[in-house]
């Protein structure tokens, strides 16, 4: 199986606090990987990375043949990673079509000028891309909604939109940055479903970061642990429960003389 993404050594400094430190990390093709950790423990900064939102002082980060190192986001997306944000970041005056039109934007081959004379071949893409918009739509749930504005969506439709016009960009590889925070559980089962959809339906490669582990321990084919900028652990859902590194990153020194009961409480 292909690795859709590798980390080597991946280093992030901020003055002279070391937000990732050497992460070596690899995404497999078709899977759903997971990034957790305590607060402070780089996870979003390894997103930042690859998106190309920082640029890290050491190692690189390959996206299949690509070095990502110190591309511009806009080129980022373009090469085919997508990403979402823990705080929605919707147009919420837009209406949920336009925002979903947004996404589809690095792929348009219409440029000003094109735009300004509205010649055919620029009406005929503007349908398309209102055609395909209206099809994705109705995939991530929203089918009747174009037309509505997106900030009077409810909150999990807002996070299924957000989603949506990551996938407009037409990725290979979907990073989610803690895609269930704030759903009621119901919504969180719901989320589960739609992103394994995202990869058996899309054939989209998921990378998440997540806090709710039982979330985490139920779509999660691979984890990866990070603590204070350093990857502790990596392994399947089952040795990751067990592991006692883990165990006291989220719980504290000791803990792992609970062990039974502390793998409950990784478990969710």
Request: hydrophobic letters at 40%.
């Amino acid at each position: 199986m292909a690795e859709v993404l590798v980390s080597k050594k991946l280093t992030k400094r901020f003055g002279g606090l070391e937000a990732l430190s050497r992460i070596d990390l690899e995404v497999q093709e078709n899977s759903i990987q997971s990034i957790i950790g305590p607060n402070g423990a780089g996870k979003t900064t390894f997103f930042n990375c690859v998106t190309g939102f920082y640029t890290p002082e050491e190692g690189e980060i390959f996206f299949y043949t690509h070095n990502l190192t110190g591309l511009s986001p806009d080129r980022v997306t373009k090469l085919g990673v997508a990403r979402t944000y823990q705080n929605i970041r919707l147009f919420k005056n837009m209406t949920v079509v336009e925002n979903i039109l947004v996404g589809m934007h690095p792929h348009m081959k219409a440029g000003l000028i094109q735009g300004i004379l509205r010649d055919r071949a620029t009406r005929r893409e503007e349908q398309e891309s209102l055609e395909e918009a209206r099809r994705l739509l109705r995939f991530v749930g929203l089918r009747g909604r174009g037309d509505m504005m997106a900030m009077n969506l409810p909150y999990g439709e807002q996070r299924r939109l957000e989603i949506a016009r990551a996938v407009a960009s037409r990725p290979k590889l979907l990073l989610l940055d803690e895609p269930t925070a704030g759903m009621n559980p119901s919504e969180t089962q719901d989320m589960v479903h739609f992103i394994r959809r995202l990869r058996d339906e899309l054939g989209i490669t998921i990378l998440l970061i997540e806090h709710q582990m039982r979330v985490v321990m139920n779509i999660s084919e691979l984890i990866t642990v990070l603590d204070f900028g350093e990857k502790i652990a990596e392994g399947t859902p089952a040795q990751i429960q067990k592991d006692t590194r883990v165990i006291e990153a989220y719980l504290g020194r000791g803990a792992a003389s609970g062990l039974g009961q502390q793998q409950s409480a990784l478990a969710g």
